[in-house]
C-alpha cells in the first residue's frame, strides 16, 4: 500500500458543512450564486433551486420551465444569469433576480448535459448525446456557425480561458463498451469550427473537462478512472492523476489554478494539489455517487450534488490548513505580497544581527 493511501485512510473523516435537502431525484449540478450566501442546484425532477448556505433551507419557489428535466447549470460572469441544459435538447437562459426564462434557445436533439460560457459573456456552448456542439449568441440566441459534429456523444464542452478554443470530450461509441474504444478529446477552433488537436490517452469515456485559468493546461476526467492533464501548447499528456475507485464524473478548478476538485462514482469528491497531483486530504464521503462539484468565487468553500437527492458544501479552506497546505489558497498577487514580506523580514533579521554584532 502506498504511503498517500495510508495517509488518507488513518486520516479523520471530513464532514461537510451544510446539507441540502429537498430535490426528488438526483442532483446533477450545484453552483455558487453571487454574494457568498446561496448556492443552485439542478435535478432531473425538473427544477433548479435556490438554497441558503448559512441554514441549507431552500429560498423561494423551485425554477421550472415545464417538466424538462434539468442536467447541469452554469453561471454568466457577471453573476446576473444562468444557463441550463435541458432533457428536451433545449438550453434556457434564466434571469438570476426574478428565477425566470429569458431565452429557450432549441436545436439539440437529444439531451444537453454541457453548458459553458465564454469569459466575456457573449457566447454560450453546448454539448448534447446528438453528437454535436452548438456556440450560442447571448445577445440574439442564434447559433455561431453550423453546429459541429464531434464524432462522438458528447458529455463535456469548454471554452479555453481567451475564447480562441474549445475542447469537446465524449464517447466514440455509447453504452456499447467493449473495452477497444478510447475517447479523444477534440480540440476546436471557436471562431472557424475547425478541428485542432485531439488528445488520446484515456482507455474509457471522457466525461469532463477543464482548463487552467492561464490556458496553459487543460485537465480531463474519464470512466477510466483516471485524471489527466495535457499541455495546451504540445496538446501532449503532462501527469496521471490516480486516486478514484470508479469513474469521474465532474471536475473543478478553484479560481486561483491551484487546487482541483474532482466528483466520482466512488461515492467521493477529491481535492488534489495540482503543483504536485496529489490529493489534498482523505476523500470527502457521500452515502451515494457523486454528480457534480464547484468552487466558491473566493476558492474557499466547495459544492457538491449527490445521487441520494442532496447537496453538500465543504470548507476547503479548513481542509487545506488541516493538510499544512495554506499557501494553496493564495492567488499570485498573495504570493507576491507574501514574497515581499519574507524578503524583508529576512532582510531586517541581517540588519539586526549586524548591527548587534558591530
Known amino acids: 500500500m502506498s504511503s498517500t493511501s495510508v495517509r488518507r485512510e488513518e486520516a479523520s473523516a471530513i464532514t461537510s458543512c451544510q446539507k441540502f435537502q429537498g430535490h426528488t431525484d438526483y442532483v446533477y449540478g450545484a453552483i455558487h450564486l453571487p454574494g457568498k450566501e446561496r448556492v443552485m442546484t439542478c435535478s432531473p425532477d425538473g427544477s433548479l433551486r435556490v438554497w441558503s448556505l448559512k441554514s441549507g433551507k431552500q429560498i423561494g419557489d423551485d425554477w421550472r420551465d415545464g417538466e424538462t428535466e434539468m442536467w447541469t447549470i452554469t453561471l454568466s460572469p457577471d453573476g446576473k444569469k444562468v444557463v441550463s441544459g435541458s432533457y ?11 428565477g425566470k426564462v429569458i431565452e429557450r434557445w432549441m436545436g439539440h436533439t437529444q439531451i444537453v448535459n454541457s453548458v459553458c460560457w465564454s469569459r466575456d459573456g457573449q457566447r454560450v456552448s453546448s454539448g448534447s448525446l446528438d453528437g454535436t456542439a452548438r456556440q450560442w449568441d447571448v445577445e440574439n440566441g442564434e447559433t455561431i456557425l453550423t453546429p459541429i459534429k464531434a464524432g462522438h456523444t458528447l458529455f463535456a464542452v469548454v471554452y479555453s480561458p481567451d475564447m480562441t478554443l474549445f475542447a469537446t470530450s465524449g464517447a466514440e461509441r455509447p453504452w ?3 473495452g477497444d474504444n478510447k475517447s479523444a478529446i477534440r480540440i476546436w477552433n471557436a471562431k472557424t469550427g475547425e478541428l485542432v488537436a485531439t488528445l488520446e490517452g484515456h482507455t474509457h469515456w471522457v466525461r469532463c473537462l477543464v482548463w487552467t485559468p492561464d490556458g496553459k493546461t487543460l485537465i480531463s476526467g474519464s470512466n477510466d478512472f483516471s485524471i489527466r492533464t495535457w499541455n495546451t501548447s504540445t496538446w501532449k499528456q503532462i501527469a496521471l492523476l490516480e486516486g478514484h475507485t470508479s469513474l469521474v464524473e465532474c471536475i473543478a478548478i478553484s479560481p486561483n489554478g491551484r487546487i482541483l476538485a474532482s466528483a466520482s462514482w466512488d ?3 477529491l481535492l488534489w494539489n495540482l503543483d ?3 490529493p489534498i486530504s482523505s476523500p470527502l464521503q457521500h452515502p451515494f455517487f457523486v454528480n457534480s462539484v464547484s468552487f466558491s468565487v473566493d476558492g474557499k468553500l466547495l459544492a457538491t450534488g449527490c445521487w441520494d437527492k442532496n447537496a453538500y458544501t465543504w470548507d476547503v479552506s479548513a481542509i487545506v490548513k488541516e493538510a499544512c497546505l495554506d499557501e494553496l489558497l493564495l492567488d499570485e498577487r498573495d504570493k507576491s505580497i507574501l514574497a515581499v514580506r519574507d524578503t524583508f523580514i529576512i532582510r531586517s533579521h541581517y540588519l539586526f544581527v549586524w548591527t548587534y554584532v558591530g
Open 176 to 178: 456499447q463498451y467493449t
Open 88 to 98: 428536451d435538447g433545449g438550453v434556457r437562459l434564466w434571469d438570476i433576480d426574478t
Open 267 to 269: 461515492n467521493t469528491a
Open 276 to 278: 504536485n497531483n496529489q
